[in-house]
């Protein structure tokens, strides 16, 4: 079955950096979009970055310049490297990939950014 596990979030001062990890299992990873979301309290899940079978990546606004999302194909593994993080960036962040029409979705990683 299809798996995606989130790790590396935790508490980070306001300018700091995290890296995000996402491992996933159970279908043929390098054929497909792997996106990153977040979540903050209250609110609703809103898109962070995505990137391509083939490596193309595209960010939202909020963390374009800041943020950069890469996938290791032999590791079946996508990371999301946060700099310059702002207490806005606070959430949970999870990994999800559409795949034979389903949405899979990770458990997600908490970030915290705080002074």
């Known amino acids: 079955q299809v798996q995606l596990v989130e790790s590396g979030g935790g508490l980070v001062q306001p300018g700091g950096s995290l890296r995000l990890t996402c491992v996933a299992s159970?279908?043929?990873?390098?054929?497909?979009?792997i996106t990153w979301y977040r979540q903050a309290p209250g609110k609703g899940r809103e898109y962070a970055a995505q990137?391509?079978?083939?490596?193309?990546?595209e960010y939202h606004r909020k963390v374009a310049g800041r943020f950069t999302i890469s996938r290791d194909n032999a590791k079946n593994t996508v990371y999301l490297q946060m700099n310059s993080l702002k207490p806005e960036d606070s959430a949970t962040y999870f990994c999800?990939?559409?795949?034979?029409?389903?949405?899979?979705w990770g458990q997600g990683t908490q970030v915290t950014v705080s002074s």
């Open positions: 159970g279908f043929p990873f390098s054929a497909y979009i």
């Open positions: 999800n990939v559409l795949y034979r029409a389903h949405d899979y």
């Open positions: 990137i391509t079978s083939d490596g193309r990546t």
